[in-house]
């Protein structure tokens, strides 16, 4: 069968806000670069995100008058890691806190807008900026800047090994577009193809066998770049550490508003302004259309009594211990939280919330009813509810009357679901070196290979809002310039390849 190849400096597989920041770099660094991405378009796990970076010396902060500096971002990150610290890799902590307040200044240059900073303790100074109008925002400009620079892209082009010959990377195999391709790197390759949230293999070999069945938010997000690295001697690490499983609301059928604008800059600039200037009494029903699309109920419900059933009324264990593990194993994989009257209206009211982004606001049962009508469902009593939702009256009353705990109280009683169980990120990632070159067993670089974003994580704990996005940019546009950078005399001039074929 006929092999197409490609010969290029620099070849980035995976085109989310790592790949993208990657290609950038390597461009700029003076290589002939070509991005490939599996998916028909570009966004990666970036584009499904909240869209939040951390970042210290910002304009922001500046403009607040905040004083602030990467040394006291790097000293309050293991507040959030807690008795996990120990496990995290020092260097590459320094080299994200180093690298942001520039990487930011970076995003900025790029067209992206963010509003903030806002505060999120341990961080003793506000550093969580939110991105505007929405994640969209960072691919939108960052493939925009690299078709400028002259990146080569290719979507629909699934990676299925990399090459090795003579102890160095110098290729990776793709199928894309009707035929089997061959794309050589003269630099080196550099994988940033997100984590393994929705790898069953890695879940089940890292997590657990229960953890196998739960889904990701991204679908694709299946650790492709730590296989082909691991058949080459690469080395998983933290792969046990994972957000999740946890209980998130299902996505609108329709995208929502906030979710549908276009990421224009004139646009983020003018939502800029409006969140400084306009009350918050006029932002609120705005910034609602967001807050309630898919995101994580607060357990506080339950502690407060409310009940998980399954689609047929029935409770599948104690609502306080771990329920999002076991919802994989009911019908549909799917559940409602069902509560009473009393639970409705302190759910109604500050300070108990449904769900929250954190910086933004807080929704509260009335705004589910207002902007979520496909999740919330209300009825005067217990049966005339399990009507609605489809499901046995008899089984929903033994489920409310049978929970060993004080039982619900009077109606209107409220529905709020479908829910679902979701890995959000995991953190196992490839060992890298401070030059992201992936590491064997024996913590030799693999020459020619580096890896970028929760692909490349090397053992970084990445907890609290921002950094997960804030790795991805940063690792990125590092490893890509040390991509080009190794590509050194035989840099290709222009943003063209060389394309030839071959029998294979």
Known sequence: MTQLEEVHDVVVVGGGGAGLAAAIEARAAGGSVLLLEKNAALGGSTAWSIGSVSATQTPHQKKRGIVDNPADHWADMPGFAGELASRDNNELRRILCDGMPDTFAWLLDSGVRFMGPMPEPPHRQPRMHNVLPNSRSFIYHLERRARRAGVVIRTGMQVTAIVQKDGCITAVDAEGEGSKWRFVARGGVVLAAGDFTNSPAHKARFMGSQEAKVEGVNLTATGDGQRMAEALGARIVNGDLAL?????????????????????????????????????????????????????????????????????????????????????????????????????????????????????????????????????????????????????????????????????????????????????????????????????????????????????????????????????????????????????????????????????
Do not use: C
């Open 244 to 504: 999740g499983p946890e209980i998130r609301f299902i996505a609108p059928a329709t995208e929502t508003l906030m979710r549908r604008l276009p990421p224009w800059r004139w646009l983020a600039v003018f939502m800029e302004w409006s969140l400084d200037h306009l009350p918050a009494a006029v932002l609120r029903p705005f910034m609602m259309k967001f807050l309630t699309t898919a995101l994580a109920p607060s357990t506080a419900l339950f502690d407060g009594g409310a009940l998980l059933v399954n689609q047929r009324g029935e409770r599948f264990g104690d609502e306080l211990d771990r329920p999002a593990w076991r919802l994989p194993d009911q019908p549909g994989k799917l559940a409602y939280i069902i509560i009473d009257q009393a639970l409705a209206s302190r759910f109604s009211k500050w300070p108990d919330f449904v769900s929250t982004a954190p910086g933004i606001a807080y929704a509260y049962i009335p705004d589910y009813a207002t902007n979520r009508p496909d999740v919330y469902t209300q009825a005067v009593t217990l049966g005339a509810l399990a009507h609605k939702l489809g499901m046995d009256p008899a089984a929903l009353a033994h489920s409310v009357s049978s929970t060993g705990r004080q039982p619900l109280g009077a109606g209107p009683y409220v529905a709020l679901g479908p829910v679902r169980s979701v890995f959000v990120h995991s953190e196992g990632g490839l060992m890298v070196d401070t030059q992201h070159r992936v590491l064997d067993a024996g913590d030799r670089p693999l020459r020619g290979l580096y890896a970028a974003g929760s692909t490349g994580q090397g053992g970084l704990l990445l907890k609290g809002h921002g950094h997960h996005l804030a790795w991805a940019f940063v690792s990125g546009r590092r490893a890509g310039r040390f991509a080009a950078q190794a590509a050194g005399g035989d840099s290709v001039s222009g943003g063209g390849a060389d394309a030839r074929y071959h029998e294979s």
